[in-house]
């Protein structure tokens, strides 16, 4: 018998929320048979257990029958828990309703009650049409089509024929206009993850989103989509004042359509913190921190109950906007005090977040510490994110760390580790053709810094400060700096003001600078 860290079961059991957990007690206890019995008191073992070990419930029930198909009898009771939980969710889930209504329409015809099921599946349409479930919708006059065929032909007329015909080219539209989108959508968002994405073919995205929408009378949910991309789109080239209207079309249309908020309720939350940074970068603090409120309020305006994928989507989103916007004005100390809530998010989610969003934060945390110049715990965030195995795949966080530790050693005065630093930095970088201009201005910096005599120390920031303003607009400059503003830690330096306060002064120019 093999001790499992994890199991289906056993996760699937964990999943539940304590309303879950009581249907499904509730809808094993209907049924009197041993095995639902056994279930209820596998589940019931399971369920306070914080880890999975198979010989723990080998040794918990070595009396009882079930253990010789102990595999058959895991994958009943998991069946039982998704039965139980379909029952429990068909009334929150509009496609549950729906082929609902669609089996028992199929039950009514094949018993030849040709009128009632008419009347389920017009209800069904209804639903559906609010709803705007296409491709269900799709399945529905296909079944109405079925119906319509149980007539004789010299009762049907081609009035009707031309009605059902219209409204079938329209739901066609919506389907393929939909498929389009989606597509358009996913090759644009496959670009902007790309090095080096280039502005022509962005060009031709928006080019083509454009042409495929034009003159078409668009849906609620094909209208997000529209904005969704619109949005996304002139986010990637700068143009934050278009970025935002699209946002905020999307924000009134989820808000004036419950089916939608309700039923995509990750559609709203993913708007509000693109909303929030993209005012961030306006300069809009006021709409930024009304956004930010809604976005922490969010749980009241939607009527239905968050699961934990919905639980962690906020905590991420919440806690990882707040945070940049923190950073981004300078007020790095009430940053530092929302560290210990977002580490203990973190634990409690681990298993469940993308390793490129735990080492964002992580990067995130090292640039708090290195503003309020703490050197060495900035070190300690740092040294997690390079010595995290498999980082190929998240080669933008691993470069931009390489640097910020370059940055820290020439802080801490680590002049006998800076060498082999450099040396390893520079060939990271080499072997993934991201030595552009504003990498090779740093390495070269940090290179002859400890070469310089105290006197020169004051030139070389300043003409380090300097080359970094000339930089400005290069594509690889301006994405690091998204990360960790490089400029204003050149100027502290070049000043002798803090980190925190110049960020302070940047983002609240008319208040004068206090040392």
Same mark, same amino acid.
């Given at each position: 018998?093999?001790?499992?860290?994890?199991?289906?079961?056993?996760?699937?059991?964990?999943?539940?929320?304590?309303?879950?957990?009581?249907?499904?007690?509730?809808?094993?206890?209907?049924?009197?048979?041993?095995?639902?019995?056994?279930?209820?008191?596998?589940?019931?073992?399971?369920?306070?257990?914080?880890?999975?070990?198979?010989?723990?419930?080998?040794?918990?029930?070595?009396?009882?029958?079930?253990?010789?198909?102990?595999?058959?009898?895991?994958?009943?009771?998991?069946?039982?828990?998704?039965?139980?939980?379909?029952?429990?969710?068909?009334?929150?889930?509009?496609?549950?309703?729906?082929?609902?209504?669609?089996?028992?329409?199929?039950?009514?015809?094949?018993?030849?009650?040709?009128?009632?099921?008419?009347?389920?599946?017009?209800?069904?349409?209804?639903?559906?049409?609010?709803?705007?479930? =296409?491709?269900?919708?799709?399945?529905?006059?296909?079944?109405?089509?079925?119906?319509?065929?149980?007539?004789?032909?010299?009762?049907?007329?081609?009035?009707?024929?031309?009605?059902?015909?219209?409204?079938?080219?329209?739901?066609?539209?919506?389907?393929?206009?939909?498929?389009?989108?989606?597509?358009?959508?996913?090759?644009?968002?496959?670009?902007?993850?790309?090095?080096?994405?280039?502005?022509?073919?962005?060009?031709?995205?928006?080019?083509?989103?454009?042409?495929?929408?034009?003159?078409?009378?668009?849906?609620?949910?094909?209208?997000?989509?529209?904005?969704?991309?619109?949005?996304?789109?002139?986010?990637?080239?700068?143009?934050?004042?278009?970025?935002?209207?699209?946002?905020?079309?999307?924000?009134?249309?989820?808000?004036?359509?419950?089916?939608?908020?309700?039923?995509?309720?990750?559609?709203?939350?993913?708007?509000?913190?693109?909303?929030?940074?993209?005012?961030?970068?306006?300069?809009?603090?006021?709409?930024?921190?009304?956004?930010?409120?809604?976005?922490?309020?969010?749980?009241?305006?939607?009527?239905?109950?968050?699961?934990?994928?919905?639980?962690?989507?906020?905590?991420?989103?919440?806690?990882?906007?707040?945070?940049?916007?923190?950073?981004?004005?300078?007020?790095?100390?009430?940053?530092?005090?929302?560290?210990?809530?977002?580490?203990?998010?973190?634990?409690?989610?681990?298993?469940?977040?993308?390793?490129?969003?735990?080492?964002?934060?992580?990067?995130?945390?090292?640039?708090?510490?290195?503003?309020?110049?703490?050197?060495?715990?900035?070190?300690?965030?740092?040294?997690?994110?390079?010595?995290?195995?498999?980082?190929?795949?998240?080669?933008?966080?691993?470069? =931009?760390?390489?640097?910020?530790?370059?940055?820290?050693?020439?802080?801490?005065?680590?002049?006998?580790?800076?060498?082999?630093?450099?040396?390893?930095?520079?060939?990271?970088?080499?072997?993934?053709?991201?030595?552009?201009?504003?990498?090779?201005?740093?390495?070269?910096?940090?290179?002859?810094?400890?070469?310089?005599?105290?006197?020169?120390?004051?030139?070389?920031?300043?003409?380090?400060?300097?080359?970094?303003?000339?930089?400005?607009?290069?594509?690889?400059?301006?994405?690091?700096?998204?990360?960790?503003?490089?400029?204003?830690?050149?100027?502290?330096?070049?000043?002798?003001?803090?980190?925190?306060?110049?960020?302070?002064?940047?983002?609240?120019?008319?208040?004068?600078?206090?040392?």
């Amino acid at each position: 018998m093999s001790k499992v860290i994890q199991d289906h079961l056993f996760e699937l059991i964990k999943s539940l929320s304590r309303s879950e957990k009581r249907y499904f007690k509730l809808y094993i206890s209907r049924h009197k048979a041993t095995d639902k019995n056994n279930y209820g008191l596998l589940f019931d073992f399971l369920e306070k257990k914080e880890t999975y070990n198979e010989q723990e419930v080998f040794k918990q029930f070595k009396k009882e029958a079930f253990l010789n198909n102990f595999s058959i009898t895991k994958r009943r009771l998991y069946d039982q828990i998704l039965s139980a939980l379909d029952a429990f969710h068909t009334v929150n889930s509009v496609d549950a309703q729906l082929y609902k209504m669609m089996h028992g329409a199929d039950i009514l015809y094949k018993k030849s009650l040709y009128p009632h099921a008419s009347r389920l599946l017009n209800s069904a349409c209804k639903l559906a049409k609010k709803n705007e479930r =296409y491709s269900i919708l799709s399945e529905i006059e296909d079944k109405q089509r079925q119906l319509l065929e149980t007539r004789h032909y010299s009762s049907i007329s081609k009035g009707e024929l031309e009605e059902m015909q219209l409204k079938s080219n329209q739901l066609l539209e919506q389907v393929t206009l939909q498929s389009k989108l989606w597509f358009a959508k996913s090759y644009l968002f496959i670009d902007l993850n790309k090095k080096g994405q280039e502005q022509e073919q962005l060009k031709q995205h928006h080019s083509y989103i454009n042409e495929i929408t034009r003159n078409c009378e668009l849906s609620v949910s094909n209208t997000y989509l529209f904005n969704h991309i619109e949005a996304a789109y002139y986010f990637a080239v700068n143009d934050y004042e278009n970025s935002w209207k699209h946002l905020e079309s999307n924000i009134i249309l989820l808000e004036n359509n419950t089916f939608l908020l309700e039923e995509f309720p990750n559609y709203y939350i993913g708007t509000l913190t693109n909303a929030i940074y993209v005012n961030e970068k306006l300069g809009n603090t006021a709409k930024a921190d009304t956004l930010l409120k809604n976005l922490k309020e969010v749980t009241g305006l939607l009527r239905i109950g968050l699961s934990e994928d919905l639980l962690l989507k906020l905590f991420l989103n919440t806690s990882s906007i707040e945070l940049s916007i923190l950073t981004s004005r300078g007020e790095f100390e009430q940053a530092l005090h929302s560290l210990p809530y977002i580490e203990n998010g973190l634990k409690l989610y681990e298993a469940k977040i993308p390793q490129q969003r735990q080492l964002f934060y992580f990067f995130q945390f090292a640039g708090v510490h290195i503003a309020l110049e703490e050197y060495a715990e900035a070190l300690k965030w740092i040294n997690r994110i390079l010595n995290t195995p498999n980082m190929d795949s998240n080669e933008d966080i691993i470069a =931009y760390t390489h640097i910020l530790n370059l940055l820290v050693h020439l802080e801490l005065k680590n002049n006998q580790l800076l060498p082999y630093t450099l040396k390893s930095t520079h060939r990271f970088l080499k072997t993934r053709n991201r030595l552009h201009s504003f990498e090779q201005l740093i390495l070269q910096f940090i290179s002859n810094f400890s070469n310089y005599r105290e006197i020169d120390k004051q030139e070389a920031w300043e003409k380090l400060y300097s080359k970094l303003i000339s930089l400005r607009d290069t594509k690889d400059y301006q994405s690091f700096s998204s990360y960790f503003d490089f400029e204003t830690w050149a100027e502290s330096k070049m000043t002798g003001r803090p980190f925190g306060k110049l960020k302070k002064m940047k983002n609240n120019p008319q208040k004068p600078l206090v040392d």
